[in-house]
């Protein structure tokens, strides 16, 4: 027979697993939230860019500025540092 003990040790983990499972499903919400909104966000500002040449321009710069790996600047078409 398991002593009292035992028994709420194993209710412990148990409770520690249900929690860690949660925490990584919070984890994975918020990260497929955020690309999400990147995403959204980021076809908003492509479509404004192909109507309005002075906003492209404003955002052309903004990249050239905010943009360091070469490979993100060559992917906006952005002089390789």
Avoid at 10 to 24: G, H, S, Y
Avoid at 43 to 62: F, H, I, S
Wanted: hydrophobic share 25%.
């Amino acid at each position: 027979m398991t002593s009292k003990l035992e028994q709420l040790k194993k209710k412990q983990e148990q409770l520690r697993l249900k929690i860690q499972k949660e925490q990584q499903k919070e984890s994975s919400k918020k990260r497929k939230d955020d690309t999400r909104r990147k995403i959204l966000l980021g076809a908003m500002v492509l479509e404004r860019m192909e109507r309005e040449n002075d906003y492209k321009e404003q955002v052309t710069n903004k990249l050239d500025q905010y943009l360091t790996k070469n490979r993100d600047r060559e992917l906006f078409e952005l002089e390789v540092k």
